[in-house]
């Protein structure tokens, strides 16, 4: 064990820098108490954050496990809000305390889109991999798969008032859907390319969509099922509401139906709305009621479009046509001059309202209106912001008004440079345009200030100042205290790679791609205008060298320098006298960051060929070659004390590695982009990383010891389940291939681990079974009642449960969304017993409808083995009978409830002169006014 002591685990502590990652959409959420437009979800790489925009903070986290968020939808009621990730999964999460209990995987890759249904009961979700699958959101359980689409699904949206749904993709098709039959009746060809975003509007008689050029089509939809019930003809009911024939459209705009024989509506193209963008549509999203509709390009502007009401178009129509009535009069002074008629066009009815301009390129946005005709609009930037913007509808010229700007926690672009204070408190990060401080502990920002493209950092000995080297060449120096720019040093020519403190702590070492490594030391001078002196650097010497400098190092006895070149080698240097001492050669690419042991012994290199080599600093031999990442390692640093070093890649990934055995120790997983750089504490207890998701994250140094046989053998158990789950997926019998309708779920390691669960129960009940008929068997032997068998301890362990009641319990928890694939990949000679045990369930009343539900299944999965098997006709008869039965009961007992609980509703209204639920509220007020009516008319008789 005394060798396991020198490796304790590092463990991810938090993410922080990222304000919302760039994947997943915005969204506006309600919390409890909280007013609406307030608070925005956002993705923040695995987990989503929930921030109070007007305060600039965040109120809630709701944690991922590693894969990224992909995309955001609050259900109608405002409690919960549905995750999709990047792996397909789904899960739903609860406002009120952040925990998440309901989960579904049905998708092999990314969610791309997620809608709920009017009443919040059903989710669809469509993917990167073309599926579009229904979910019962109450039953937790996937309904059916949509296939028909042959790319990534951009939009999906359900029909408020009848069964249907319709899809957009990047296949530039728009399909319609009969949720009743699951299958496709309808595909729209009327788009040149991918299909991005899609509304309705006008109680869902008009669809918008946009695709890779500056025009929204506008297609009408005409419902048709209704006057075929009343026994109408096929033909169109009525005249579609625009009568916009566009002649000259270069593109013939289609409509094929798939089943011309059970046609549901008709669309047609109405015209089309031209954005003031010229690039393709990246998102579009109208408010709850469709009022107003807002789309937007790459560029920084938000074109915002109201929808007016039926009305409103009405009344404006018969203005322009009163005003060219009285223009034809004018024009031709004669009474019987021919009725003039005005054309009703798409631009009557969707009015550009305004357009609102961002700090920067828009990559999301959500809508929210508000009371008194406010909208509010929440913006996600592609710089790592949230800024919303309010506005009055009502206004002849309204205009968008910021009203927050969520910046301070996080950097606008990439953090290329972390560094530790020397107390191990204070973090500091350095992007393109600022630097900033943070609490360790708090993650809270303690200093933002403005600086150049800054590549290297460090906290000057004290803490009180930093320095920074930037991409021009030039060193900054920061006072902390007051948070300004002390002073500016031109050093470099070129970009500024690399800044080492010297071990005396008294200088610093830069080098630059002028091909010079630049000595300075620390001096305190005094300004005319100031009263203390500040900090400042003087230059003492300079070495030239042959190729850029891309990394120095000073070894901790002072004694060595290390620089690495473009050429591939690192050539050591006495610090004295500047004389060459060593060269290190063997990397194939440039070494791109190194670090020296704190004995001064060992040196390692990290080069963009992928490999670490670790060479004595003695007679520079090269002690061993390790390939460490998928990609280049970016950012290499020693354990402070120890000869344990870290190393980041562009492969994702933080790698953890002995240099006297050679050994690598762990792997921290959690970015999902390159890591570009990170800082180990003084103390060696934290470690800070940052990447190209936007996010830095915090790992801590637990107590955990690792030890390394292992986790190697947990990384090959995790290999072979994920290819375990990765597997040929179960085959159901019946099942048509390349049908548009198929099962939701899919097989996991979760099911599969399940469904052994289920025969592991199954194995024990047949085994107690065997011991009480062997028992019986021996007591009619001996003719006397013998002592029962020993009970199995984990029937003991559940509370001396019967062996039956075992099975139902581990039937019963198994997640609702894996039970039907957890059944379909049990085989078939659990499933007589299995059938045996359900028929004894209904029997006594135990989980009536899960029963139910797992013998529907299985009866249509094996319908041809069962109905095929005798010894199996008398258990289905039974079956048969109690379930009837029993469902009847539930049925009666759920009748009588309903019934009694509509009686004491109208028991109370009648009593307390109140109306339950809020759309009751317009009938209460004109009962209440037709009885003073009445009542003034009795007073006036009187």
């Given at each position: 064990?005394?060798?396991?002591?020198?490796?304790l685990?590092y463990?991810?502590?938090a993410?922080?820098?990222?304000i919302g990652?760039?994947?997943?959409?915005?969204a506006?959420v309600?919390?409890?108490?909280?007013?609406?437009?307030?608070?925005v979800?956002?993705?923040?790489?695995e987990?989503?954050?929930?921030?109070?925009?007007?305060?600039?903070?965040?109120?809630?986290?709701?944690k991922?496990?590693k894969?990224e968020?992909t995309?955001?939808?609050?259900?109608?009621?405002?409690i919960?809000?549905?995750?999709?990730?990047?792996?397909?999964a789904?899960?739903i999460?609860?406002?009120?305390n952040?925990e998440?209990n309901v989960s579904?995987n049905?998708h092999?890759?990314a969610?791309?889109?997620?809608?709920y249904?009017?009443?919040?009961?059903r989710l669809?979700t469509g993917s990167?991999?073309?599926?579009v699958?229904v979910?019962d959101v109450i039953?937790?359980c996937?309904?059916?798969?949509?296939k028909g689409h042959k790319?990534a699904?951009t939009q999906a949206?359900?029909?408020k008032?009848k069964?249907?749904?319709v899809?957009?993709?990047?296949?530039?098709?728009?399909?319609?859907?009969?949720?009743?039959?699951?299958?496709?009746?309808?595909?729209?060809?009327?788009?040149?390319?991918?299909?991005w975003g899609?509304a309705?509007?006008n109680q869902?008689?008009?669809?918008?969509?946009g695709?890779?050029?500056?025009?929204?089509?506008?297609w009408?939809i005409?419902?048709?099922?209704?006057g075929?019930?009343?026994?109408?003809?096929?033909e169109k009911?009525?005249?579609?509401?625009l009568d916009?024939?566009d002649?000259?459209?270069e593109?013939?705009e289609e409509?094929v139906?798939?089943?011309?024989?059970?046609r549901i509506?008709s669309?047609?193209?109405?015209?089309?709305?031209l954005?003031e963008?010229?690039?393709?549509?990246?998102s579009?999203?109208t408010?709850?009621?469709a009022?107003?509709?807002?789309?937007?390009g790459?560029d920084?502007?938000l074109?915002?479009?109201?929808v007016?009401?039926?009305?409103?178009?009405?009344?404006?129509?018969?203005?322009k046509?009163k005003r060219?009535?009285?223009?034809?009069r004018?024009a031709?002074h004669?009474e019987?001059?021919?009725?003039?008629?005005?054309?009703?066009?798409?631009a009557n009815?969707?009015?550009?309202?305004?357009?609102i301009?961002a700090s920067?390129?828009?990559?999301?946005?959500?809508?929210?209106?508000c009371?008194?005709?406010?909208?509010k609009?929440?913006?996600?930037?592609?710089?790592?912001?949230v800024?919303?913007?309010s506005?009055k509808?009502?206004?002849?010229?309204?205009?968008?008004?910021k009203t927050s700007?969520l910046?301070?926690g996080?950097h606008?672009?990439?953090a290329?440079?972390l560094?530790f204070?020397?107390?191990?408190i204070?973090?500091?990060?350095?992007s393109g345009?600022t630097v900033?401080?943070?609490?360790?502990?708090?993650?809270?920002?303690i200093?933002t200030?403005?600086?150049?493209?800054?590549?290297?950092?460090?906290?000057v000995?004290?803490?009180?100042?930093?320095i920074?080297g930037?991409?021009?060449g030039?060193?900054?120096?920061?006072?902390?205290?007051?948070g300004?720019?002390l002073e500016?040093?031109?050093?470099?020519n070129?970009?500024?790679w690399s800044?080492?403190?010297?071990?005396?702590?008294r200088?610093i070492?830069?080098?630059?791609a002028?091909k010079?490594?630049k000595?300075?030391?620390?001096?305190l001078?005094?300004?005319?205008?100031?009263?203390?002196?500040?900090l400042?650097?003087?230059?003492?010497r300079?070495?030239?060298l042959?190729?850029?400098?891309l990394?120095v190092?000073?070894s901790?006895d002072?004694r060595l320098l290390?620089?690495?070149?473009l050429d591939?080698?690192?050539?050591?240097?006495y610090t004295?006298?500047l004389?060459?001492f060593?060269?290190?050669?063997g990397?194939?690419?440039?070494?791109?960051?190194?670090?020296?042991?704190?004995?001064?012994?060992?040196?390692?290199t990290?080069s963009?060929?992928?490999?670490?080599?670790?060479?004595?600093l003695?007679?520079?031999?090269?002690?061993?070659?390790?390939?460490?990442?998928d990609?280049?390692?970016m950012?290499?640093?020693?354990v402070?004390k120890?000869?344990l070093f870290f190393?980041?890649g562009k492969d994702?990934?933080i790698?953890?590695?002995?240099?006297d055995?050679?050994?690598h120790?762990?792997t921290?997983?959690?970015?999902?982009r390159e890591?570009?750089?990170?800082a180990?504490s003084?103390n060696g207890?934290?470690?800070?990383s940052s990447?190209h998701?936007?996010?830095l994250?915090?790992w801590?140094r637990?107590?955990e010891?690792i030890?390394l046989?292992e986790?190697?053998?947990m990384?090959r158990e995790?290999?072979?389940e994920?290819?375990?789950a990765k597997g040929d997926e179960?085959?159901v019998?019946?099942e048509?291939?390349?049908?548009e309708a198929?099962?939701a779920?899919?097989k996991?390691?979760?099911t599969?681990?399940?469904?052994?669960?289920?025969?592991e129960?199954?194995?024990?009940?047949?085994s107690?079974?065997?011991?009480?008929?062997e028992?019986q068997?021996?007591?009619?032997s001996a003719?006397k009642q013998?002592?029962?068998p020993?009970a199995?301890p984990?029937l003991?362990?559940?509370?001396n449960?019967?062996p039956s009641?075992?099975?139902?319990d581990v039937?019963?928890?198994?997640r609702?969304?894996e039970l039907?694939?957890?059944?379909?990949?049990?085989?078939?000679p659990?499933?007589?017993?299995?059938?045996?045990?359900?028929?004894?369930?209904?029997?006594?009343?135990?989980?009536?409808e899960?029963?139910?539900?797992?013998?529907?299944?299985?009866?249509?999965?094996?319908?041809?083995?069962i109905?095929?098997?005798?010894?199996l006709?008398?258990?289905?008869d039974?079956?048969?009978?109690?379930?009837i039965?029993?469902?009847?009961e539930?049925?009666?007992?759920?009748?009588f409830?309903?019934?009694g609980?509509?009686?004491?509703?109208r028991?109370?209204e009648?009593k307390?002169e109140i109306m339950?639920?809020?759309?009751a509220?317009g009938?209460?007020?004109?009962?209440?006014r037709?009885r003073?009516?009445r009542?003034?008319?009795?007073?006036?008789?009187?």
């Amino acid at each position: 064990m005394g060798l396991t002591k020198q490796y304790l685990r590092y463990a991810a502590s938090a993410v922080f820098g990222v304000i919302g990652s760039q994947k997943a959409n915005i969204a506006f959420v309600t919390m409890r108490g909280g007013e609406r437009g307030r608070f925005v979800a956002v993705a923040a790489c695995e987990h989503v954050f929930i921030w109070d925009v007007r305060k600039a903070e965040k109120v809630l986290i709701l944690k991922g496990n590693k894969h990224e968020v992909t995309y955001l939808c609050p259900s109608p009621d405002g409690i919960y809000v549905a995750v999709g990730y990047e792996d397909g999964a789904v899960r739903i999460f609860s406002l009120l305390n952040g925990e998440s209990n309901v989960s579904f995987n049905g998708h092999k890759s990314a969610v791309t889109v997620i809608r709920y249904d009017t009443l919040g009961s059903r989710l669809v979700t469509g993917s990167r991999d073309t599926d579009v699958i229904v979910w019962d959101v109450i039953n937790e359980c996937g309904l059916y798969r949509l296939k028909g689409h042959k790319d990534a699904v951009t939009q999906a949206l359900f029909l408020k008032d009848k069964n249907l749904l319709v899809t957009s993709s990047k296949d530039s098709f728009v399909k319609w859907w009969d949720l009743d039959t699951q299958h496709c009746f309808k595909t729209m060809l009327g788009h040149r390319s991918e299909v991005w975003g899609m509304a309705l509007l006008n109680q869902e008689s008009r669809l918008i969509t946009g695709s890779a050029d500056s025009e929204l089509r506008a297609w009408d939809i005409n419902y048709l099922q209704e006057g075929r019930e009343a026994g109408e003809p096929k033909e169109k009911k009525g005249k579609s509401l625009l009568d916009d024939d566009d002649d000259d459209d270069e593109e013939e705009e289609e409509v094929v139906d798939e089943s011309p024989e059970e046609r549901i509506l008709s669309c047609k193209k109405a015209g089309s709305l031209l954005r003031e963008a010229r690039d393709r549509v990246v998102s579009m999203t109208t408010d709850a009621k469709a009022k107003v509709l807002a789309c937007h390009g790459s560029d920084t502007v938000l074109e915002v479009f109201s929808v007016l009401p039926e009305d409103e178009v009405e009344r404006v129509m018969a203005k322009k046509l009163k005003r060219a009535k009285k223009k034809a009069r004018d024009a031709q002074h004669a009474e019987d001059a021919p009725e003039p008629v005005v054309e009703r066009k798409l631009a009557n009815e969707i009015v550009r309202l305004t357009n609102i301009k961002a700090s920067a390129n828009i990559r999301w946005v959500d809508c929210l209106m508000c009371a008194g005709g406010e909208l509010k609009v929440a913006m996600l930037l592609q710089n790592n912001t949230v800024e919303t913007y309010s506005l009055k509808t009502s206004d002849k010229n309204p205009t968008g008004i910021k009203t927050s700007r969520l910046t301070l926690g996080g950097h606008r672009t990439d953090a290329r440079t972390l560094a530790f204070s020397s107390d191990n408190i204070a973090v500091l990060s350095a992007s393109g345009d600022t630097v900033k401080v943070w609490n360790r502990s708090t993650l809270q920002v303690i200093r933002t200030m403005a600086c150049d493209y800054a590549l290297c950092s460090l906290f000057v000995p004290g803490d009180r100042q930093i320095i920074l080297g930037t991409k021009s060449g030039k060193i900054q120096i920061f006072d902390l205290a007051s948070g300004t720019l002390l002073e500016t040093v031109d050093a470099h020519n070129g970009a500024l790679w690399s800044l080492c403190l010297s071990p005396d702590q008294r200088g610093i070492v830069t080098g630059g791609a002028d091909k010079t490594v630049k000595f300075w030391e620390f001096e305190l001078i005094k300004d005319e205008d100031a009263a203390q002196k500040r900090l400042t650097v003087k230059h003492v010497r300079t070495l030239q060298l042959d190729e850029d400098v891309l990394c120095v190092k000073y070894s901790p006895d002072q004694r060595l320098l290390a620089v690495s070149l473009l050429d591939c080698t690192v050539k050591v240097f006495y610090t004295d006298t500047l004389k060459f001492f060593l060269s290190l050669y063997g990397h194939k690419l440039p070494v791109l960051c190194l670090d020296i042991s704190h004995d001064s012994a060992l040196i390692a290199t990290g080069s963009a060929d992928r490999n670490v080599k670790i060479w004595g600093l003695d007679f520079g031999d090269c002690h061993r070659s390790m390939f460490a990442h998928d990609d280049s390692v970016m950012f290499l640093q020693f354990v402070p004390k120890t000869h344990l070093f870290f190393t980041a890649g562009k492969d994702k990934k933080i790698k953890q590695w002995d240099a006297d055995k050679f050994e690598h120790i762990q792997t921290l997983e959690g970015h999902h982009r390159e890591v570009w750089c990170l800082a180990i504490s003084p103390n060696g207890d934290h470690i800070v990383s940052s990447s190209h998701d936007k996010s830095l994250r915090l790992w801590e140094r637990t107590r955990e010891p690792i030890i390394l046989e292992e986790e190697r053998e947990m990384e090959r158990e995790a290999e072979f389940e994920e290819g375990m789950a990765k597997g040929d997926e179960p085959v159901v019998p019946g099942e048509i291939k390349d049908a548009e309708a198929a099962p939701a779920a899919k097989k996991t390691i979760e099911t599969v681990k399940a469904a052994e669960r289920v025969m592991e129960a199954l194995e024990l009940y047949r085994s107690e079974s065997r011991k009480m008929e062997e028992h019986q068997i021996a007591c009619q032997s001996a003719g006397k009642q013998l002592p029962p068998p020993k009970a199995n301890p984990i029937l003991v362990a559940f509370g001396n449960v019967s062996p039956s009641r075992y099975v139902l319990d581990v039937i019963k928890k198994v997640r609702s969304s894996e039970l039907e694939v957890s059944l379909l990949v049990l085989p078939f000679p659990y499933i007589p017993d299995l059938l045996s045990l359900f028929n004894c369930y209904v029997q006594d009343g135990l989980e009536v409808e899960l029963v139910c539900r797992c013998l529907f299944f299985l009866l249509r999965v094996h319908f041809g083995q069962i109905s095929s098997n005798q010894m199996l006709l008398t258990v289905i008869d039974e079956l048969r009978i109690n379930t009837i039965s029993k469902v009847r009961e539930i049925r009666d007992v759920l009748g009588f409830n309903s019934a009694g609980l509509q009686f004491l509703q109208r028991e109370v209204e009648s009593k307390e002169e109140i109306m339950f639920f809020a759309d009751a509220t317009g009938l209460l007020k004109e009962k209440r006014r037709k009885r003073k009516k009445r009542e003034r008319a009795i007073l006036t008789i009187a």
